[in-house]
């Protein structure tokens, strides 16, 4: 028989066969088995799509850099890798961020807080930015992404911080307050790193893409 005839599980049922895939403790073929297409199966949850809102701009300059020296506003660092369903990277991604200035304010003139990256050769996307203000249609504060790569369905989504005074204290509880905020992973935890200069906030936020 062609290998290309055999179904995945007969693959699997010879590589166990022939030793190519042993369990680290002492398991029948059976159980080997099943543990094995039960984490074949397992899928990564789609980074959950929010609305792009009004203050979308094209043309955002091309630099992990959106924070100018003395701007106002609590220094932060976001970054993630960009992986499909499976976990594995994707390539080719491009990722628009957009967000208020301390005051709550979006450049629509200019680019003030708006940049195009793209991940490194390991996946991984950064910025260094401020924290958000807050802004009153939308009171909680928050980073707008549009996620593109070769292969998969463009994302539009947005990450919100556990932090923020909006969710008093208990994101959990205070998740869907107002409507604002629609999936309580999009709020992130929030680290707070002292080093020899000022004080910043780092926030990790992977993005995980559907193929189209
Ligand atoms: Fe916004």
Redesign the pocket.
């Known amino acids: 028989m062609n290998s290309e005839n055999l179904s995945r599980r007969e693959i699997v049922e010879k590589c166990i066969v022939r030793g190519l895939l042993v369990a680290a403790v002492p398991m029948s073929q059976t159980n080997l088995l099943a543990l094995w297409q039960k984490g074949e199966n397992q899928a990564i949850r789609p980074t959950p799509p929010e609305v792009l809102?009004p203050?979308y701009k094209k043309g955002a300059p091309d630099t992990p850099v959106l924070r100018g020296p003395g701007d106002p506003g609590f220094p932060l660092h976001v970054s993630g890798r960009v992986c499909n369903t499976r976990g594995d990277l994707v390539e080719g991604a491009r990722i628009d961020v957009w967000?208020?200035d301390y005051y709550g304010k979006y450049d629509v003139q200019g680019y003030r807080y708006r940049a195009k990256v793209s991940p490194d050769a390991r996946g991984e996307y950064a910025v260094e930015t401020i924290m958000p203000g807050h802004y009153p249609d939308?009171p909680a504060q928050?980073i707008?992404y549009l996620i593109s790569a070769p292969g998969h369905k463009t994302l539009v989504t947005q990450v919100y911080f556990a932090t923020d005074p909006y969710f008093e204290g208990n994101p959990d509880r205070n998740c869907h307050k107002g409507g604002i905020v629609q999936n309580r992973e999009s709020i992130r935890p929030v680290m707070l790193y002292e080093g020899s200069g000022a004080p910043r906030a780092a926030v990790a936020f992977d993005i995980v893409l559907e193929k189209a």
């Open positions: 809102g203050f967000h208020a939308r928050h707008h």
